[in-house]
Each structure stands twice: as C-alpha cells, then as structure tokens.
C-alpha cells in the first residue's frame, strides 16, 4: 500500500525555535510537496520538489525552507517559528507528469507558543 | 493561489439523501480532481477528470465538468455516516501543482 509518513502528529514549539517537520515515502514518487491547511483557506503550497536536491516555491514560501537530498525524504523547516506558523502542515508526494494522484500524510499539526 | 472554490461551505443531510457540491475555477485546466478528508487526517483522492471528459462515474461518485462554465460537480449518491468528511477539488493547470480549494464539509446524519 502507498504511505507517507510523517514522522510528528502533534508538536508544541516556543517562537523562535528551529522546527523540522520530516516526510518519508515508500512510492519512489519523484514529486513531494508541502502543504500548509488553515480553517475557511484550504491547503496552500509551501514548497515543492521535482527530484533530490530541486526545490521550487509554492505560495507562501515565506518563513520556511525544505530540504529533499534523498528521494524518499523531504523535509520542511520553520528557520524561526512564528505564532502564525501554528497549523495543520501535510505533505505529500506523485510521479512526475500531470494528472496523477497526489498522495498524502496524515498531517502534523504544529502549535507555536 | 487558489484556482478552485467550492460550494457550498458546507452542506448537512440525511442518511440516504444525495449530496452535491460544486467546484469553479478561474483559468483552464489539463484536469480536476475531488479529494476527501475525514476530520484531523490527510487527504484521499476520490476521482480524476480529464479535461476533455464530461462525466466520471466511481460507485456511488459522479463527477460532471463543464469547461465552457469553467465548473465541476460531485455527487454522492445515497449517503452514509461514513461520508461524513471535507471534499476539496483539485485543478492542475499543466504543470505539476495541484490548486486546492477551500473545501465543502460535508454532514451526514444518521
């Protein structure tokens, strides 16, 4: 069966600290994406990456950077979290090309305090 | 940016009723995807329709797009509690991001 994993369901962090949040996929899936989903604003793209070490910014690339050096692995950081950082984070992975499946995490849901 | 919204925000019926939402877009499309998500969990794909399609079957699932309307449908055919669940639809412009919109959250009582 397809997974992606997230390896936090629920953090608390103080503002200010240094967040990572860690996606892991068994589908040899070249795209992986981050998600950020806030009541009544549905899900905005952070960041995106095509392959290992290739990033693009999403929407709201502000306050976040990612890391992909393995294929399986993509990882989102908050450099300096916020209060307004606090959300549901969900990442997610496809194959290359249009029109496929995206396949999500079951989310991780960051407190900033 | 968003590229889809749906309507309505939410929509509450009973166990048995059909349930209909709707998606509208801005810009032109390759295809458009329906997902759930059952409340605090990721999303699940549901259904893809490509462009150039019109309706879409899968169970009790019917999808309908009318690009001259720049608009697509979902309907849930007799409803289940377990259907209870947010439904985004998902446009993909050509390249490799999906646009989500803001989701219908959708009620079935028992």
């Known amino acids: 069966d397809v997974k992606v994993t997230q390896s936090s369901r629920y953090l608390v962090k103080r503002t200010g600290e240094k967040v990572f949040l860690e996606c892991v996929q068994d589908?040899?899936?070249?795209?992986m994406f981050w998600y950020r989903q806030d009541p009544g604003l549905g899900l905005r793209l952070i960041y995106f990456?095509?392959?290992?070490?290739?990033?693009e910014k999403g929407d709201i690339p502000e306050g976040y950077s990612v890391s992909r050096e393995k294929k399986e692995r993509f990882s989102l950081i908050l450099e300096s979290a916020s209060t307004n950082q606090t959300s549901m984070y969900l990442c997610?992975?496809?194959?290359?090309?249009?029109?496929?499946?995206?396949?999500f995490g079951e989310g991780s849901w960051l407190t900033v305090v | 940016s968003q590229q889809g919204e749906e309507d309505p925000q939410a929509l509450s019926i009973q166990e048995g009723e059909n349930a209909t939402m709707n998606c509208s877009y801005k810009?032109?499309?390759?295809?458009l995807q329906w997902y759930r998500q059952n409340s605090g969990r990721g999303l699940v794909h549901l259904i893809l329709?490509?462009?150039?399609?019109r309706e879409k079957h899968s169970g009790r699932l019917r999808v309908t797009l009318d690009t001259s309307k720049k608009s697509s449908s979902l309907l849930i055919t007799a409803s289940r509690a377990a259907d209870t669940a947010s439904y985004f639809c998902?446009?993909?412009?050509?390249?490799?991001?999906?646009?989500f919109g803001a989701g219908t959250t959708v009620t079935v009582r028992a």
């Open positions: 997610a992975s496809s194959l290359r090309g249009t029109g496929n499946t995206i396949y």
């Open positions: 589908m040899d899936h070249e795209n």
């Open positions: 990456s095509y392959d290992v070490k290739m990033k």
């Open positions: 810009t032109s499309i390759n295809n």
């Open positions: 329709i490509r462009s150039n399609e």
């Open positions: 998902a446009t993909d412009m050509n390249d490799y991001k999906l646009s």
